[in-house]
Structure formats: structure tokens, C-alpha cells
């Protein structure tokens, strides 16, 4: 039997690069595969949506403390 190979792992772009940075700088005790994967979201939504990807990190941020499951 033959092993599958692995996906290539695309390159995380200069966007998804700033916006984890700046997750990480506000909120430094989050999890490095979290706050990635975060940053992803958050820059594929701001892109929908036509808004600052760092405006939206700092919402959410000051919103929730980068808790997906807050809630008001």
C-alpha cells in the first residue's frame, strides 16, 4: 500500500501575516494554530465585506477577547 502524499501547505499571505501579528500582539497568551487560523477567517471576512482586515481584528478584539463562543 502506498502512503498519500501530503497536501503543500500554501504560504499564509502578507494580510494573514499582519493580522496574526497583530492578534498575537493584543492578546499574546493565544494559541499559535488559533490565532492563525483566525487570522485567515478574518481576512477572508473583511475581504467579503470591504472592511479593514486590522479593523476588524481590533473589533474583535475589543469586542471579545478573540473568543469565538462570546456572546452580547
Known sequence: ???LPKPKQ???SQEVLKTFKQIKKNHP???QQYA???SETI???ANKHGVSSRVLAAMLMQES???ISAKN
Do not use: F, R, T
Open 1 to 3: 500500500s502506498q502512503a
Open 65 to 67: 477577547g478573540y473568543k
Open 43 to 45: 481576512v477572508k471576512k
Open 29 to 31: 497568551k493565544l494559541e
Open 10 to 12: 500554501v504560504p499564509p
Open 36 to 38: 492563525m487560523k483566525l
